[in-house]
């Protein structure tokens, strides 16, 4: 059994930055790839970024800012998603899915909310 965990969301002014974290456990698996999405209010769900071992790729049209990054802890078999510069549009609850053995797991989602 497969279990996401994510963290790290709050409410943020724009132009702040956050760590959000997405936490594995279960069956032994390699935490890479690993695919964030986000959920906004009133909005279909988006893909975000997927990060491997070669990196992140980005899916948001960021304007080339660059402003979604990622780091791993394998110790902990945690993967972490770092948005800065953060801007109302990130509103949304963020999650991270993993495909493994044919089927996709979810984990319960991460609030961020940007506002002044």
């Known amino acids: 059994q497969v279990q996401l965990v994510e963290s790290g969301g709050d409410l943020v002014q724009p132009g702040g930055s956050l760590r959000l974290s997405c936490a594995a456990s279960?069956?032994?698996?390699?935490?890479?790839?690993m695919t964030w999405y986000r959920q906004g209010p009133g909005k279909q769900r988006e893909m975000v970024a997927t990060?491997?071992?070669?990196?992140?790729?980005?899916y948001i049209n960021d304007a080339g800012e660059g402003r979604f990054t990622s780091s791993i802890d394998s110790v902990n078999n945690t993967v972490y998603l770092h948005i800065n510069n953060l801007k109302p549009e990130d509103t949304a609850r963020y999650y991270c899915?993993?495909?493994?053995?044919?089927?996709?797991?979810w984990g319960q989602g991460t609030q961020v909310i940007v506002s002044s």
């Open positions: 899915m993993k495909l493994l053995f044919g089927r996709d797991y």
């Open positions: 279960g069956v032994d698996f390699d935490i890479l790839p």
């Open positions: 990060i491997t071992t070669g990196g992140i790729q980005t």
